[in-house]
Each structure stands twice: as C-alpha cells, then as structure tokens.
C-alpha cells in the first residue's frame, strides 16, 4: 500500500512537470512569429516614407534651384535684333501677363509659360532685315482642348499648334508655321495671345503651355 501510493505521487509529479514544459514550448511557438513580423512591417513603412521624403526634397530643389535662374520679370517688350540664320526667344524673357510659370528641366532653359486665359499676353519687338521667315514655336499640349494659340507678326495672326492629337511632349510647331516676308528692314511687334482678333473663329485655347518661339530666314 505504502508503495503504490508513492509510486502514484511520483507518477503525477512527471506528468505535471511534462504538462508545463509542453505548455511553455507551445507558448513560446506561439509567439514567436509575432516578434519577428512586427520588425518587418516597420521596415517596409519605413521604406515606402523614405522614397516619398527623397522624392519632395528633390522636386523641391529642383524648383528652389531653377527659380533662381528665372530672368527678372520685365515691365516693357525687350527689343531683339535677328542676326545669322536664326532666333530663339524664350518665352520667360518676354514681357508677359496672365502666364504662369512652369518649372520644367526638359523645357529650353528650364522654363515655360503656360497660357491661362483669354486675356493673356506675351509680347517683344524683332528687328528684322528685309527678306522672308518662318516662326515657329516650341509647345506642349495636353490634349485637342489645349493645343492651339495665336501668333501675331504685327497685326497678322497666325494660328499656331502642333500634332493633332498632341505627341505629349515639347514639339515645334512645324504643321502650322507663321511665314511673312519683309521688303525693308523693320521693327517687328511679336505678340502671343490666346485671342485671334480678325478672326474669332481661329481662337486657341487657354491652358497651352510655351517654351521659346524661333524665327528662321528662308530667303
């Protein structure tokens, strides 16, 4: 009798012993994925706010170091003299109003000027010997709604735009040129509007985005 009895309490001494062991290993099986998910999680938010803070910090210092270059806002039409082959204006050293300003590395110069209604303007004087020309300009459009402006040489308008459908990126306008013919040396007024005077029905369009026009001597 003696025996059994302690041959039964040691009997449940082991199995008690065996009941909290197997109880701990399961315990800590249990939380182990928890320990090691949770680093993972954060490393991936980290990441993901790591590229978004590199990428404001480059655009914002590429607009802190281009406006730094932007020519100062002039308050008459600046004069030009057509000298060679060729001239290229840029649309932020004209005299201007009712453009904003685009910062943009893949535009001439860094910039464009993107036409916001139908009262904005962009103006200069050319001076041109006497012979024959062709304007262009360099433009990005949008879409069919934001492809079109007028070019006046004087008091001639020129409807000016480039592919249609646009190519979606900065294209000149060589579809649609602005030819004239001078038989004297001349002071030229070089006007960009969104209006066509003469001609309602030849209205551009507000939103058209502008880079630089050029004049070429084809004769």
Same mark, same amino acid.
């Given at each position: ?15 008690? @012993?065996?009941? #909290? ?36 910090? @480059? ?119 602005? @030819? #004239? ?39």
């Amino acid at each position: 009798m003696k025996l059994t009895r302690k041959f039964l309490i040691f009997a449940a001494f082991i199995s008690a @012993s065996l009941f #909290f062991s197997c109880g701990s290993t399961a315990n800590m099986e249990k939380s182990q994925p928890a320990k090691t998910a949770e680093p993972v999680k954060k490393q991936q938010m980290g990441s993901s706010g790591g590229i978004s803070s590199r990428s404001e910090l @480059s655009v914002g210092s590429l607009k802190s170091t281009s406006l730094d270059k932007l020519p100062k806002r002039l308050t008459e039409a600046p004069k030009f003299d057509f000298e060679g082959d060729k001239l290229q204006i840029e649309l932020e050293n004209m005299y201007y109003d009712g453009f904003d300003v685009i910062v943009d590395e893949s535009a001439s110069g860094s910039f464009a000027l993107r036409l916001e209604n139908d009262s904005s303007w962009a103006i200069a004087e050319v001076n041109f010997p006497a012979g024959s020309y062709e304007g262009l300009a360099n433009v990005l459009a949008t879409d069919m709604r934001h492809n079109r402006f007028n070019l006046y040489i004087n008091k001639d308008s020129y409807l000016i735009y480039g592919s249609e459908p646009p190519v979606g990126k900065y294209e000149l306008t060589t579809r649609a040129p602005a @030819s #004239f013919t001078l038989d004297q040396p001349a002071t030229v007024t070089v006007k960009i509007q969104q209006n066509d005077l003469n001609n309602p029905a030849n209205n551009g369009h507000n939103g058209m985005t502008i880079d630089y026009i050029s004049f070429k001597k084809i004769n």
